[in-house]
């Protein structure tokens, strides 16, 4: 079955002579065809499994099959999967249009034709060098390298940076063509959890170097909701429940609640609206980790 599966993977590293878990003991599955929300925090461990899922780094213990094959170092699995990340791969004394060259020289899969018509259309000057790009082109070529590789896995790791809100919209409306025409599995890590819930069917979110949820955005989505009144009512009306937040202001308290609706505990006065993904988000990694 074509996936991507992680098995029991930790990351261990010293900082300043002390022990540091980036990962620890992470087991997911990347179906095929899907599109992904990768989310954490700063520092939750994103970056340290992408860059294991592309042998960047490596694993203190733990494996990564794709397609049912092992990726550790594996050349069969190398034209199978690609992550467009903030670092640069290749010089950046080079041309962007070297970069595309140099890409192609390591991926059969590139297409040379369709990088340059995503150039123009990001108005991105392919014979400009690397180094001179803004932050917001220096992102832009790395998208349009990415979306130029036929790879059945493709990740983007905060993928936007230093886009403006034109780029960043033909960016997504892209991404989804293209996923469209070509189904593949698609990975975005990003901080912009919003811009991207409606485009995301699978949320995985990482907290402490754990996976802290992983579900369908549809029904994740679904099963939370708010509930706002006096402190007295929400309180007793939070009784039993999963509750992953509160807020309080203006002397109202709101609390955010996995679960279905209690209709016959709603009095007058309490308010229930949906919760949209990053409220969840947020209400979900601040209670410390604590997986569901």
Known sequence: MKAIRINNLTKDYKRQNQPLRALDHVSLNFEFGKIYGLLGRNGAGKSTLINILCNRIFATEGTV????????ENPDVHEKIYCMSEGNLCPDSFSVKEVFKWTSEFYSCFDMEKALTLSEMFGLNVRQKVKKLSTGYKSIYKII???SLNVPY???DEPVLGLDANHRELFYKLLLSDYEKNPRTIVIATHLIEEVSSLIEEIIIIDNGRVLLSDTAEH?????YSIAGTPANIDAYCKG????GYDEIAGMKIAYILG????DAVTPDMHISTINLQKLFVKLTERGGKPL
């Open 241 to 244: 429940k999963d509750v992953v």
């Open 65 to 72: 099959d794709i397609d049912g094959m092992s990726a550790f």
């Open 154 to 156: 493709l990740i983007f």
């Open 260 to 263: 279905d609706v209690q209709e």
């Open 145 to 147: 390298t990415a979306l």
């Open 220 to 224: 994740l989505l679904a099963k939370g």
